[in-house]
């Protein structure tokens, strides 16, 4: 079986190797570590952010996430967690502003632009401001009378909400915000499937470029191939 050709993420953990491992439960494994969602060799923001990732892609789409798994070993440094959640955080706005005309309700370009300034200027009052929007995009989104226009709604809150978590020190949670965020755009793009692979693109890439936002050791794609043929062998 060769790794990247053969071997297949499956949505949700608690799989097997026979059955198909979650992209968090790849990393465990050619990490050497023993099959876990949650390795210790992973930073908690990408692991948070690649399981909400992995559960929502469709089938084919989660397979671009196997050459990332090499990548995220070796992740974990609590200093690089924070520039870490920026670039998902970004990249989460970016999906929420191309869904947003999806929903003509002012509150959700206003949640998705307090997001946007809290990032670009973490302070106290950009804080309280984007936690006013992320309740105001919940009322838009509950006001929502078409399915596309409430996930739009929804993108929009959980971008506001992954900024309010962010300024409140929940990288973890807000990381979870942002696969979130992706999500529903992706669903809201139900309605012009035009953008559906970009915004699956685009939330890809966010992972990428997280990752290199810090350290990361990687497994060589040999060491990778032979802990996968390993475990395989013991099957």
Not at 74 to 91: I, Q
Not at 94 to 123: G, K, S, T, Y
Not at 141 to 155: D, E, G, I, T
Not at 214 to 231: F, L, N, S
């Amino acid at each position: 079986m060769k790794y990247q050709e053969d071997f297949r993420l499956r949505k949700g953990a608690g799989g097997s190797v026979e059955t198909g491992l979650c992209v968090m439960e790849t990393v465990a494994l050619i990490a050497g570590e023993d099959i876990t969602d949650h390795p210790e060799c992973a930073c908690p923001v990408l692991t948070s952010y690649a399981i909400g990732l992995n559960d929502t892609l469709p089938d084919e789409e989660r397979q671009k996430l196997l050459p990332l798994a090499v990548m995220i070993a070796g992740t974990r440094s609590a200093e690089h967690e924070l520039a870490r959640l920026k670039n998902l955080a970004v990249s989460a706005c970016c999906i929420a502003r191309l869904v947003a005309p999806l929903n003509d309700d002012p509150r959700v370009i206003r949640a998705i632009e307090a997001a946007e300034r809290h990032w670009l200027n973490p302070n106290p009052k950009t804080a309280c401001a984007v936690t006013n929007a992320a309740f105001a995009a919940v009322d838009a989104s509950y006001a929502a009378r078409k399915f596309v226009a409430n996930a739009s709604a929804n993108a929009a809150r959980a971008v506001s909400c992954a900024a309010s978590r962010a300024a409140e020190g929940k990288f973890v949670r807000a990381a979870r915000d942002a696969a979130i965020a992706a999500h529903c755009g992706s669903r809201a793009a139900g309605a012009a499937t035009h953008l559906r692979p970009t915004i699956q693109s685009i939330a890809i890439s966010a992972l990428r470029d997280a990752i290199l936002a810090g350290p990361y050791d990687g497994i060589a794609q040999e060491m990778a191939q032979a802990r996968v043929d390993k475990a395989f062998a013991t099957v």
